[in-house]
């Protein structure tokens, strides 16, 4: 990478640290205000920035990015900037203090960390920076944003308008390839935020390790999907058609694996293809189908499916066509692919799918299918769809996921009073809400000892006797 570059991304850092120095309690009132100009920025600016999207995929429609990334972000700034006060009024709390026979009194402060790090993907371009912005800035912080390469023509707008509307010494956008991300990860931030797959996710905890950087990891994973015996099957299977043909399969959030019982499969593989092809008579040139972001991650889409069939699995596409591998150099929108129990050992079965293609594995027991998400890293969603409360209850006792939603998929990440992250390797941390306003703060806990001390009269100084006994 250019030197110069990375220098200018260090020297940047350290300006906006020192002006955190100097101006090291915000009040509620320009939080607020910050917050307010990151609203307007994308108010004012959101055609540019949906066309700049376009751009980048390639043809997804605006209408979809207005949606996804503009209202998405929009709502969690706007969040933030409502609900701050409250959030706010726990700051400098009085606590319980075990001394307070002694006249002493502690209060917690939520302090602004200072400079916040936060790097990007390219699936929601705007949201995967905007949204943790929200929490940063409510929590009384600076940052600096490291879009996505692959979505180059939004990182170059999106530089472009805040270099343009907001201090750089309040929050300034980098962009830059994949090595710029490594330089940027290892700088000394005050906390690191990152969007991104779960192998990148340890080289940015390897690297922010080195100057003790906490980290918020949003990662990915392979959600499951449990339908249950007890499931209205045409809701479910529109539902579930619904949230995979979102972003064309490119969410975080996306079913990737439903489990089926056994003898309903051949039933939900019919009313989940017409659901889909309900929404979407036709794929090519449907600008309601959001394509694959570039050629390369079609391509390895592609791969995934043609490596299962060349198992011998049985793949049954949505809408016919001649060859898949001839869409990557079309325009790159693939009909649904439903891969039904593919062997173990094929690659759709370990890694993320991330694109249209859905893997479904029937079963005869709940608990086997307990059993098998356990056997998988911790995902970052699981979903159910049924109306047997005692089975949803076994399901959501024995297994782990960073959130659930009951009868829909990808809902509960748009609630944004509550905590949305990953566990275990699908991330670490949350943002959203006051969760994000916590993980954003450093908790300081301050502690008031009374003006006359009474540890001699109370027996509490040295030289100790024996009369002290834990009860
Ligand atoms: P990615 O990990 O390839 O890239 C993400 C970011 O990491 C990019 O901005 C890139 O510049 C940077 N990067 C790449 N290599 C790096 C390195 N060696 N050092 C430092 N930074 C580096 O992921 P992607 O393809 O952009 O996005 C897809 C993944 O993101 C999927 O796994 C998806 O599940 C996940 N994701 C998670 C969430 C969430 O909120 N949990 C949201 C969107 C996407």
Known sequence: ???????AIASLLQRQQQAHKQQMTVSAEDRRERIQQIINLVVNNQQVLVAAIEQDFGGRSQGFSIMNDILGSLSCLKYTRDNLTPWLENDNRQVFSPYDQLGSTARVEYQPKGSVGIIGTWNAPLYTLLAPLACALGAG???????????PKTAEVLQHLFQQEIDPLL????????????????????????TGSTA???????????????????????????VSESCDL????????????????????????????????????????ASFRGFFPQISHNSDFVPSVNRQHCQRVVELVEQARASGCKVISSHDV??????VSADKRLPLQLLIAPAKDTKIMQEEIFGSALVILPYEDINQVITDINSREKPLALYYFGEDQSELETVLANTTSGGVSVNDCLMHAAMHDAPFGGVGASGMGHYHGREGFLAFSHHRTVFFAPQHDPRGEWGLLPPHHDQFKAM
């Not at 990478?1 to 220098?7: F, P, Q, T």
């Not at 912080?141 to 979505?151: T, Y």
């Not at 299977?237 to 019982?261: E, F, H, M, T, W």
């Open 1 to 7: 990478m250019n030197a110069l570059k990375s220098d």
């Open 141 to 151: 912080n600076r940052a600096i944003l490291k879009p996505s390469e692959v979505v």
């Open 171 to 194: 929050v300034s956008v980098v962009t830059g390839g994949v090595e710029v991300s490594a330089a940027f990860s290892a700088l000394p931030f005050d906390h690191m935020v990152f």
């Open 200 to 226: 990148v996710g340890k080289k940015i905890m390897r690297a922010a390790a080195e100057n003790l950087v906490p980290v918020t990891l949003e990662l990915g994973g392979k959600s499951p999907v449990v």
């Open 234 to 273: 045409i809701e479910t299977c529109k539902r579930i058609a619904l949230a995979k043909s979102n972003n064309g399969g490119q969410v975080c959030v996306s079913p990737d694996i439903v489990y089926v019982p056994q003898k309903m499969l051949e039933d939900f593989t019919h009313e989940l293809l």
């Open 322 to 327: 001649a060859s898949l591998s001839d869409l």
